[in-house]
Structure formats: structure tokens, C-alpha cells
């Protein structure tokens, strides 16, 4: 295949991602107003594709810098190595989304590419050397990134909750009917605010991605993103929430802790700040991680027992597990191209 023909194919893939990553973290940005009735699932699934294609033009590019540069060596970085990378990163989000896990696309995207780099390296240089193919210098993101994997839902949990207490104070004197009578009405800002959150961090690593792929192609020089990948980017993963996810749905809108729209509200305007704040200081985050984080603060403010902690302890390891597998899934991904290929 030829160069160009190798970077169609990856660039169709990394959008396959995108498309995939609206299509599995779509529970993020409707759960919460789907579960409280506010509008329909597909009144919600369109609300949030338009905000997520929307916030093309609301954000700057440096979370898709710091996909493409900061986990990775980037002179290690060949088309296949982003394939592989890919390859892990799609199969485990369909893997999750099938057992109905909201895990994040955003870290199976960075252990996939990290597992395809270590495999590379390991086909040049032999196993013990393939860590060698990551960036663990002082000024890589791993060790700012691994954090926020407990940082985005404290972040979502503690905004959320005092926002409740703010709520419950300005409205002591309110019915719960007449509260919920307001908060239907905000809850449309609030899931709006989500999705233009989700739409600007999660987009941004494919953008990365693709521009990875034109940098290793030698298609450019330096790693500027393009208008075309920004508006591809957006519109992939505002199609892939378009097409909904109700699996996950299921379990964030409902399963985790019952929902009212004051607590949706608060739960979606919580997630959103922590994720908005990432997105202007360009670091990956998990959306996902910000609003079950966000849910479970909400949840809490009544009484501990309100969470289903059970349900949330699956999610955390499914957490826990995502950069793992999916860099284990890459790993043998290469290996896989490198035999049959030659990659």
C-alpha cells in the first residue's frame, strides 16, 4: 500500500474512533436528562450532537497537542504504530459498551497508542527496551493524566455536591415541585454545557491522532492541526452521539443514584467544570470520569446509602483497567501487523 493509501486508511480509522467515542460516551452528556425526563432520548441525543459539533469552534487545539507529542517518543511514531494504537483503543470502548461500562475513550486511546509504541520498540530494540518508546521524561503528561483519573470525578463530585447545597439553600423555602419546575428549564443549559465540554476535550484526541498521522506520513512538518481535521474531528463524534449508546445509558442515568432535575442539573454543570478546565489547560480528561464523579456527589447529599456503590466500584475498575487493556490489546495488535505485514 502506498503511503498516501496507509494515511487514508488510518485518518478513516481514527474518525471510526471519534464516531465510536460519541457513540459510547453519548450516556455522558443525555443520562443524566434522559433519566429525569427533561426530553427524550432522542430529543437528547440531537441536543447534545449539536453542542458537540458546536464546540469546533469554541475551543483551541492544545489537549490534541498533547495527545500527538506527550505520551509518546514522537520519532518512534510510524503510521502502523497509530493503527495498532486505534485497534486498541476501538476494541476495548466496544468491549465496554457491550458490558454496559462507562469507561473512558479518551484513556483507551492513550494506552493504546503507549502499547503500540512499547511494542515498536520492542520489534527494534527487544522487549526489555520497549518502555523505552514512551515520553516518561519530567515534561511528559503521564504523570499529570494518571492523576486526574482520580482528580476529574473528585473534581465533578465536589462541585456538584456544593452546588446542591447552594441549590437546596437558594430554594429553602420552595417546594420540590416548584424546584424541579425551574431546573427542568436549566437542565437544558446545563446538558448543553456538558456536551460542548465533551465535544471540545474528546474531539481533540482524534485530532491528534490524525495529526500524528500526517506528521509520520511527512505530509507536514510541524504539529499544527488543520481546519479540515478540526471540523472532520467534530462532526465524527457528534454523528457517533447521534446514534446513542442506551446500554450506558442505563447504567449512569439511572442505576448509579436516582436523578431529579435539580440534581441533574447539578451533576452536568459540576462535570462540565472540571472538564472544561482540563480542555484550556491541555490535558486529556475522561468525561466519563467527571459525570459519574458528578452523579455520585449529587447522590450523596441526602444520604450515603442513595449511591449504589456497588454499581459505581464496577465502574471504578473498569477504570482502572482501561489503559491496561487497551494498551494490551495495541501491544498484540503490532505484533500482529508486524508478522503479517512486515509493519
Not at 144 to 164: E, N, Q, R
Not at 190 to 210: E, Y
Not at 283 to 299: Q, W
Amino acid at each position: 500500500m502506498s503511503t498516501f493509501g496507509l494515511a487514508v486508511l488510518i485518518i478513516a480509522i481514527a474518525l471510526l474512533f471519534d464516531y465510536i467515542n460519541g457513540f459510547h460516551d453519548a450516556a455522558n452528556s443525555i443520562a443524566t436528562i434522559v433519566a429525569t425526563r427533561v426530553l427524550t432520548p432522542f430529543q437528547a441525543v440531537v441536543w447534545a450532537a449539536f453542542f458537540n459539533f458546536v464546540a469546533a469552534f469554541a475551543f483551541g487545539t492544545a489537549v490534541a497537542k498533547t495527545i500527538g507529542r506527550g505520551f509518546v517518543e514522537v520519532s518512534l511514531v510510524t503510521p502502523f504504530v497509530i493503527m495498532a494504537g486505534l485497534a486498541g483503543a476501538i476494541l476495548w470502548d466496544l468491549i465496554t459498551w457491550w458490558l454496559g461500562l462507562p469507561t473512558s475513550s479518551s484513556h483507551a486511546l492513550i494506552g493504546g497508542y503507549a502499547g503500540a509504541a512499547i511494542a515498536h520498540v520492542s520489534v527494534l530494540r527487544g522487549v526489555r527496551h520497549g518502555f523505552e518508546g514512551l515520553n516518561l521524561s519530567r515534561t511528559s503528561e503521564w504523570s499529570f493524566t494518571l492523576k486526574m483519573i482520580v482528580g476529574a470525578p473528585l473534581i465533578g463530585l465536589v462541585s456538584a455536591y456544593l452546588l446542591m447545597v447552594i441549590v437546596y439553600w437558594l430554594f429553602r423555602n420552595s417546594t420540590p415541585s416548584r424546584m424541579d419546575r425551574y431546573f427542568r428549564k436549566l437542565q437544558l443549559l446545563s446538558a448543553a454545557a456538558f456536551s460542548l465540554a465533551h465535544g471540545g476535550n474528546d474531539a481533540q484526541k482524534t485530532m491528534g491522532i490524525i495529526t500524528g498521522v500526517l506528521v509520520a506520513s511527512h505530509y507536514q512538518k510541524g504539529f499544527d492541526v488543520p481546519i479540515w481535521v478540526i471540523l472532520a474531528a467534530h462532526a465524527s463524534i457528534a454523528l457517533g452521539t447521534l446514534s446513542g449508546g442506551w446500554r450506558i445509558v442505563r447504567t449512569m442515568g439511572a442505576r448509579i443514584t436516582r436523578l431529579k432535575p435539580r440534581s441533574g442539573f447539578c451533576a452536568e454543570t459540576g462535570a462540565a467544570t472540571a472538564v472544561v478546565l482540563s480542555t484550556f489547560i491541555g490535558t486529556p480528561v475522561s468525561t466519563t470520569h467527571a459525570i459519574a464523579g458528578a452523579i455520585a456527589g449529587v447522590g450523596s447529599i441526602q444520604r450515603l446509602k442513595a449511591v449504589r456503590w456497588g454499581i459505581a466500584t464496577n465502574i471504578v475498575w473498569a477504570w482502572v483497567l482501561t489503559i491496561p487493556a487497551s494498551a494490551t490489546i495495541a501491544f498484540l495488535s503490532f505484533y500482529f501487523l508486524h508478522f503479517t505485514i512486515g509493519a
